[in-house]
């Protein structure tokens, strides 16, 4: 049985995500070695991993429409592009308003060119059948791009040079180019095929007012108290993961001793448990009142992270190992129940919506990356950080259990 190009364009999606997500985690293993080279602060360099994560944050509502307008092949090269000049030209740099440009301003547009939405814009198109199972894998594979990356980056850095680092995410971004180029069709259409499980052609009108629309959907979801509860809940996810823990676990844990290497493989194992976790909360999403779901795993993150600055050591104990299993489970669990309740409170305006809960994910992560940053030049270490983040997590829980699931605020889409 011949297979269906619709699995070749999902394997290039697959890839093509699993590094943007490695190479946005990428400055994590960059702290410490800039700030031996240049002597600059945690606070400075974090300023641009927060640029980086407030760009991949509001890039996402658009990327939907460039891809409309300029077709996802053009745009996910680009993007690719983008990552492999502002990762190598980092090699050159010699003042911190450079690492802000190259990996703030031009690794966060091109990942963010890459973020949910592609993954979303691609098995529309391309998927009648296995949809949602394609979906969930490729949204996990950004944890994959985690497992991948950060122990090899984090091995060059710290044995070779973080140099070496940038120019192997340079390399990497660019090798993925022709893949994306010469394998990824816009449409099933436009190679002459149809959607696996189509019973025909379909028709893929373009939508030039497509940021319009996602900018009025954007005024109108914000007249919803429920838009507020998701929003404020997952800017709490965002700056509980990516902006503290992913951003600034590895040097945490370099304070007390422990390897880059040894601390970057602990990460790679969050990424690990990361799947599982997605896969079991999407189960339990189509099961579970999705505003319970919230509440538990806000909830249980928020008392895991008042308890973490006593699990530092030199070497990875079993209660360190213990929280990072917990951790990876519930990394991105509360992806599953935020869009099932975007979908059920503003109906096919809910992807639209989702995408703008999304940016105040990743508007967390960027306060947080700054935050945390500022709190170890301050103190010396990162203990308020930790115990802030968890008392955020405890109330977004309790802000999560004001939402309830209502019939949708509009069942057609936001008129153009």
């Known amino acids: 049985m011949k297979l269906h190009r619709a699995w070749i364009v999902a394997g290039v999606a697959l890839v093509a995500i699993m590094g943007a997500a490695g190479f946005r985690a990428t400055p ?14 945690t606070g400075t360099i974090s300023l641009a991993v927060s640029v980086n994560l407030l760009l991949y944050g509001l890039t996402a509502p658009f990327a939907a429409a460039l891809m409309d307008r300029f077709g996802m092949r053009r745009v ?149 108290r429920g838009f507020w509860y998701l929003v404020l809940g997952f800017f709490v996810c965002g700056a509980s993961t990516n902006g503290l823990v992913g951003t600034h676990f590895i040097p945490a844990a370099h304070d007390h001793g422990m390897s880059e290497p040894a601390a970057a493989g602990l990460l790679a194992v969050i990424g690990v448990f990361d799947v599982a976790g997605t896969v079991l909360s999407g189960w339990l999403s189509d099961r579970v009142d999705p505003g319970k779901l919230l509440v538990a795993y806000y909830g249980l993150r928020g008392m895991s992270l008042l308890v973490l600055p006593q699990l530092f050591a030199a070497t990875a104990e079993p209660a360190m190992l213990l929280f990072i299993v917990f951790y990876g489970l519930d990394w991105v669990a509360t992806v599953p129940p935020t869009v099932a309740l975007c979908q059920r409170l503003f109906g096919q305006d809910g992807s639209i919506v989702f995408g703008w809960v999304f940016a105040s994910h990743m508007i967390g992560a960027a306060f947080a990356s700054v935050a945390a940053g500022l709190l170890r030049d301050e103190l010396g270490n990162y203990d308020v950080a930790w115990y802030g983040a968890g008392i955020l997590c405890i109330a977004a829980a309790f802000v999560s259990a004001g939402l309830r699931t209502r019939p949708p605020l509009r069942r057609s889409p936001v008129p153009a």
Not at 30 to 40: D, H, K, Q, V, Y
């Open 76 to 224: 996910v090269a680009a993007a690719l592009a983008l990552i492999a000049a502002g990762s190598g030209l980092t090699v050159w740099m010699s003042a911190s308003w450079q690492l802000v440009a190259l990996w703030g301003v031009l690794v966060g547009l091109g990942t963010g060119s890459m973020a949910l939405v592609f993954a979303a814009t691609l098995t529309s198109r391309w998927f009648v059948r296995h949809r949602s199972l394609v979906m969930g894998v490729l949204t996990a594979s950004g944890a994959t791009g985690q497992l991948v990356f950060l122990p090899l980056l984090a091995y060059l850095a710290e044995h070779q040079s973080w140099r070496f680092a940038s120019v192997t995410v340079a390399a990497a971004a660019l090798a993925v180019v022709p893949l994306v180029w010469f394998l990824l069709r816009d449409t099933p259409e436009e190679a002459g095929l149809t959607a696996l499980g189509a019973d025909g052609p379909r028709e893929h009108p373009h939508q030039p007012d497509a940021a319009r629309r996602a900018l009025r959907t954007l005024r109108e979801a914000s007249g919803s």
């Open 28 to 41: 994590g293993v960059m702290i410490n070695p800039l700030r031996e080279e240049f002597g600059w602060s």
